[in-house]
């Protein structure tokens, strides 16, 4: 209760500031449209806006399922083979060197204007740090666990499933807190590159029409979307805590 | 199930530096004894070798077994740490063996050595809702689920508070009874309790001083184990 009526306190102190700036400064509503304005365009264009965050939250949910699914696999190759950690990590690496936004059109290229290009992009920017959280994890598991196991006659891929992976799920839990974070970034990135639908590309269309208040009640949205995503994805992690 | 006595003769080393000089021992068949001596001696190494793990080790000469069956799949280990799976409940926690070679658990016999720990009202929990001395006791029952003729020890009662390692060392006498048994420990009060045989290891190799003629567990408060505890330490202080 205490934590709620924090947040909410902070909301709305960030609102009033964010009105006496406007009310102090009389910036014109295409530079910074008061909240009143922003709130009440949110609630008059709440269908379009709602169509279009479907098809982000479609995108990002489709890129966190396939990119934490994809980082589990990798990381438990990377800790079952020798032969996989020398050949996979360097590579691992070294596609961290390229930036994953300067990725964006060469993607929208491969795989055109729709959900995928964007799937994609949210994909490639939860990946590394999914798979990076739980690998350090499954190779962080206490030395004595492993040696008891060992001293019971385990073989080394139910060692793995049955220790590793179990006392590894925290950090998997922490990777994946972080990709829920991340994964919209990739999808509105996508989107700016080009697309017909989604906050991202409802935001540059606002822009360019300088609708400055749509741009904003979709930004509100964009937020409030990673917001419940991320509640929603830290609810399932709990069971993973320890 | 025939417990072999266990025998080791050699050095170690452990990265080029020696853990322990040549030694010549024997563990007897079915018995209990402690492996007594001061820290960096190489005790833990010793019951490593035993063990299997000896990933590091240099070990130059033989270990054996009174019926020349391997070690492999005929010993089981209970460390300082209990080692228990948090995400597992007690009865899983005791079958994790089985679980481990792909066997199927039996999970009505781990329920009853949990009962025979004296954790009967415990069986739907977690290791973390348990106390340190009730967590030894769950590493006991699934020491014991392993039914090895080989059981090694290493100090597993001495994180506990006084009472429950008095507890534990009375229940782990009994329910070990008929096993080889090595029991690595510091503590002279805890060997002079429950050895049948000491082996002292110290910077010049291993001396076996006699135990008293009581059965172990031994009375902690009497003369007997008292001297011996007394006569252990004034050995182990000349030894270093």
């Known amino acids: 209760m205490t934590r709620v009526l924090r947040i909410t306190g902070v909301t709305l102190f960030a609102v009033i500031l964010w009105q006496a700036l406007v009310s102090a400064t009389g910036l014109p509503r295409f530079i910074l449209p008061a909240p009143t304005l922003v709130f009440d365009t949110l609630w008059k264009s709440r269908a379009l806006i709602a169509q279009h965050a479907l098809v982000t939250g479609t995108e990002v949910l489709l890129g966190l399922l396939i990119g934490a699914a994809l980082g589990f696999g990798t990381a438990l190759l990377l800790a079952a083979s020798h032969l996989a950690r020398a050949v996979l990590r360097p590579m691992l690496v070294f596609s961290q060197a390229v930036p994953v936004f ?6 929208t290229l491969w795989l055109g204007y729709g959900l995928w290009s964007k799937i994609a992009m949210a994909l490639l920017i939860i990946y590394f740090p999914v798979t990076s959280a739980f690998f350090d994890a499954l190779m962080r598991t206490p030395t004595g666990w492993l040696e008891l196991a060992k001293v019971m006659g385990s073989t080394p891929l139910r060692m793995l499933w049955r220790i590793q992976v179990p006392a590894a799920m925290p950090g998997f839990a922490s990777g994946l807190r972080l990709a829920a974070v991340y994964a919209p970034i990739g999808a509105i990135i996508g ?19 300088a609708k400055t208040d749509l741009m904003f009640a ?23 805590d320890r | 199930m025939t417990s072999p006595a266990l025998s080791l003769s050699g050095s170690a080393s452990i990265g080029g530096e020696q853990v322990f000089a040549p030694l010549v021992f024997t563990v007897p068949a079915g018995q209990w004894t402690c492996l007594l001596g001061p820290s960096g001696v190489g005790k833990s190494t010793i019951l490593r070798l035993f063990a299997g793990l000896d990933d590091g080790i240099t070990f130059d000469g033989q270990i054996t077994t009174s019926n020349d069956l391997p070690f492999k799949g005929r010993v089981s280990l209970m460390a300082q740490s209990d080692l228990l799976m948090p995400w597992l409940d007690l009865p899983e926690n005791v079958c994790l063996g089985a679980r481990l070679r792909g066997e199927s658990a039996d999970l009505t016999r781990a329920c009853h050595l949990l009962t025979q720990v004296g954790l009967s009202d415990h069986l739907d929990k977690r290791p973390t809702a348990l106390s340190g001395g009730q967590r030894q006791r769950v590493a006991l029952a699934r020491t014991l689920m392993e039914d090895r003729p080989i059981v090694l020890l290493d100090e597993p009662f001495s994180a506990l508070d006084a009472k429950s390692r008095a507890q534990m060392q009375n229940l782990a006498a009994d329910l070990l009874t008929g096993r080889t048994v090595l029991h690595v420990t510091h503590d002279t009060a805890e060997a002079a309790r429950l050895a049948d045989q000491v082996l002292l290891m110290g910077a010049n ?8 003629q009581t059965h172990p567990p031994r009375a902690f ?18 030894a270093t």
Do not use: K
Not at chain 1, 223 to 233: E, P, Q
Not at chain 2, 205 to 212: D, Q
Not at chain 2, 222 to 233: I, K, M, N, V, W
């Open chain 1, 102 to 107: 300067a990725l964006a059109p060469i993607l």
């Open chain 2, 221 to 238: 408060d009497a003369p007997e184990t008292q001297g011996f505890d007394g006569y252990l330490l004034r050995l182990m202080l000349e």
């Open chain 1, 191 to 209: 989107e700016w590159v080009g697309a017909s639908q989604g906050l991202g590309y409802l935001m540059l269309l606002a822009n360019g029409r």
């Open chain 1, 218 to 240: 979709a930004l509100i949205a964009l937020a409030v979307l990673t917001l419940v995503l991320h509640a929603a994805v830290d609810r399932l992690c709990r069971r993973w």
């Open chain 2, 205 to 212: 190799g291993i001396t076996c001083p006699t135990p008293p």
